[in-house]
């Protein structure tokens, strides 16, 4: 029976009703939807609920308002976003807001009299937009990602500098991805359905015959093709470029053939960097000369020749002098300019057909045919010394630098390239030893003469520590009381096999190699420290010890920092310990060297000039050295005396060290007369055998200090 009163007063407000019972409606819903929905079985509880609650609460807020039944988007596109993502399947997103509903009609079903008119309709047509919009939203998900996977395919092969085409199992193209486009010069629109043998044109190089496409090969044999080596691709427009190609079939999961994939590679760069590396590994990097591999292929080419027209060929070896200075003192990009700036004036001392080299360091080897004389090589290596000798400007400093050059010449000092460099080397040490700044022809003594100097090195190198090494010391007398005022320290080597060996003979050898003379030349520094620090713990009265200083080791960067600690760990005072420098070494100019001895200088060393009068008698430079003593070289003190040109030099140099303010001591008095004339004509010094030979610590104690207490 209808009554009124009923349809006025309804008693079931679904909004009410859907707020009321939301948590039980949610709990139900859980529990169906683990029962019936796979994916959700491992979800926790918040993850399964996700946006139902807030379905539920548009529902009855659409209900309510009874305007529309629309429910906002925002919640159903949420859950089903989500639900993509946790990997549900359509049904399962459906499935649930199909259970979602009969949870709902299920809870009011008992109560669906009490419900107000039309609100049953509300709420289906709110639960099935719902669910349209979650599902819709889902499928726009699953497609989007399938676009986003297409896409990411598409900005692969896009992006792959690579040329990417694939064709149907008739060979017409389906694909070409942007590189292939770009490289064959067809788009994509225009070239598919054409037969790929139009698309893809491969020619080969050296034949320039068109070869088999790949898309063919593979089409007819099922399996993957490559050509052997490069191939010519033809663009569009008929040019072509060197190419490498790959083709492969593409099969279904059933192995049904479907078509060809293709890549191919534009090789033109990867030709040019070949051939660029090609360069490299011909040439030196820095000054980009070739190397010796260069050399060596190009000396034995001439050679060829030379053998066959009878003519001669001519290596030139060299090696700049003291270019380590640059190095150290100035960085190694100075180094490195200074080679650059070598490399040029080398180039321009020479013919366009000879070669100039690097072997590398600051070796260079040039590599001359066709020369009209030996006296003209002779001339080209005056000119190449002259050339470099010039001074060179690097960044702010100036530079100068000389260079030694050894020659060798084909057929006479060798006959095949190894042995005409290593005899234009032999050569170049030769005119080291001369002084530097030469150049010399080979001559066959000199490799008698390296040959030595190799052993000798090798047995050097163990000297030292097979304690085959020991200092003498040779008396200094001071002419005017007699007394012994200083001692030289001279290096004895006591050679296991040749016995003793002289220090001339050994000294240059330890001198050619940087290493062994810094090492040796520590060591001596060292010892005579402590032989001085001995002797005045023994209680003798303190006398000075000359020290000779290699011009390797003056080069040495940590020289003076190493003296510093000999002094301070022996205790003893600076002007205890003289060096000894060479005429030549003070003179060569090389760099840092005269800043290195004001450096010491200015601790309080002393410093000797050694040999005086040998190198190069000019007196002017002396006067702005920081020199305290000249040592006149023994030669114009033996037989001084008798010779009256001697006498007037000696003269000369002891009244010129006087009115410099220097001490001058004379070297190798070895008679009472050289004495009487020293003495006479004020020179404060004498060393020599008239008073002792260079003897053994102990024995000089006991000879002259003991004597002298
Ligand atoms: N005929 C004659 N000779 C005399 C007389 N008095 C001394 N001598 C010799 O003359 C040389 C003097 O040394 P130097 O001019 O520095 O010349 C030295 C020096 O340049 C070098 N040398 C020796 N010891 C060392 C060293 O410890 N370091 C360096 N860098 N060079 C050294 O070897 C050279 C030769 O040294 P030594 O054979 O010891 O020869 C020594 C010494 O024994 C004399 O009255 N008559």
């Known amino acids: 029976m209808y009554r009124d009163s009923d349809k006025e007063q309804p008693s079931l407000r679904l909004h009410e009703f859907l707020r009321d019972e ?16 796979e994916s959700a079985r491992n979800l926790s509880r918040e993850d399964q ?15 309510e308002m009874r305007s529309q039944a629309d429910v906002p988007e925002e919640g159903p596109k949420h859950h089903a976003e989500q639900r993509w993502q946790l990997g549900y399947s359509l049904e399962e997103v459906t499935c649930e807001y199909a259970l979602l509903r009969s949870v709902i009609l299920h809870k009011l079903v008992p109560r669906v009299g009490e419900l107000a008119h039309g609100e049953l309709l509300f709420l289906n047509q709110a639960l099935d937009q719902a669910i349209v919009e979650g599902v819709a939203t889902y499928v726009t998900s699953a497609n989007q990602s399938l676009a986003d996977e297409r896409e990411r395919l598409e900005v692969t092969l896009g992006s792959i500098g690579d040329g990417v085409a694939s064709t149907d199992r008739d060979g017409r193209i389906v694909y070409l991805n942007r590189a292939a486009e770009e490289m064959i010069g067809w788009n994509l629109a225009d070239a598919k359905g054409r037969p790929a043998s139009e698309v893809l044109v491969t020619v080969d190089e050296a034949r ?8 063919r090969t593979v089409t007819r044999t099922g399996k993957q093709a490559h050509y052997p080596g490069e191939v010519l691709l033809t663009r569009r427009d008929g040019s072509q470029f060197p190419a490498d190609e790959v083709a492969a079939p593409l099969n279904n999961t059933a192995g049904e053939f479907l078509g060809v994939v293709t890549t191919f590679r534009d090789v033109s760069r990867v030709r040019a960097l070949t051939a660029q590396l090609g360069h490299l590994a011909a040439h030196d990097p820095l000054t980009g000369l070739p190397n010796r591999t260069l050399l060596t292929d190009r000396l034995n080419y001439e050679l060829t020749h030379a053998r066959r027209d009878g003519t001669s060929v001519a290596v030139l070896y060299l090696d700049l002098d003291l270019f380590k200075d640059v190095n150290d003192m100035l960085g190694h990009s100075a180094g490195d300019e200074l080679l650059k700036l070598v490399a040029h004036r080398l180039q321009s001392c020479v013919r366009e057909t000879d070669t100039v080299s690097r072997l590398g360091g600051d070796e260079f080897v040039i590599l001359v045919s066709g020369f009209e004389s030996l006296e003209a090589l002779s001339e080209l290596g005056a000119t190449i010394t002259r050339s470099l000798s010039a001074p060179y400007d690097i960044r702010s400093d100036t530079v100068d630098i000389s260079t030694s050059v050894g020659v060798s010449v084909f057929p006479e000092d060798g006959d095949d390239a190894e042995t005409l460099i290593k005899h234009a080397d032999t050569a170049m040490y030769q005119a080291k030893t001369l002084g530097r700044n030469n150049a010399q022809f080979f001559a066959p003594e000199m490799n008698k003469r390296a040959a030595e100097r190799r052993a000798l090195q090798g047995d050097l190198r163990r000297a030292l520590s097979a304690d085959q090494l020991e200092l003498h010391y040779q008396p200094q007398i001071a002419l005017d009381t007699g007394l012994v005022t200083g001692a030289e320290a001279l290096l004895r080597w006591h050679h296991p096999e040749l016995g003793f060996v002289p220090p001339a003979r050994f000294i240059p050898v330890a001198e050619s190699s940087r290493e062994i003379m810094i090492t040796i030349g520590n060591w001596i520094l060292e010892e005579a420290c402590r032989q001085a620090r001995t002797w005045l713990n023994e209680g003798h009265a303190p006398i000075r010890i000359s020290v000779n200083v290699s011009i390797v080791q003056l080069q040495y960067e940590n020289l003076l920092d ?3 600690e000999l002094l301070a760990r022996f205790d003893l005072q600076a002007d205890q310990l003289q060096l000894e420098l060479t005429e030549s070494i003070l003179m060569s100019d090389v760099v840092g060297a005269t800043d290195r001895v004001r450096a010491l200088e200015a601790r309080g060393i002393r410093i000797a000039v050694d040999d005086f009068g040998t190198g190069y008698s000019s007196l002017s430079y002396l006067k702005d050295l920081p020199v305290d003593e000249l040592k006149i070289d023994q030669s114009f003190i033996r037989g001084l005396g008798a010779n009256t040109d001697k006498a007037a030099i000696v003269q000369a140099v002891i009244r010129m060290a006087q009115s410099l303010n220097l001490r001058v001591i004379a070297e190798g008095v070895e008679e009472a007369d050289e004495v009487a004339f020293l003495s006479l004509n004020g020179c404060e010094g004498a060393q020599g055998f008239y008073y002792g030979r260079a003897v053994n610590a102990w024995e000089f104690e006991q000879f002259y200090l003991n004597h002298h207490h």
């Open 562 to 564: 190493h003296i510093d």
């Open 49 to 63: 609920r996700n946006n139902i609650p807030r379905i539920l609460e548009d529902i009855a807020r659409s209900t």
């Open 22 to 37: 939301s948590e039980n409606i949610l709990e139900e819903w859980n529990r169906l939807d683990r029962l019936k929905i």
């Open 208 to 215: 320039q015959q068109p070869l088999e496409s790949l898309i």
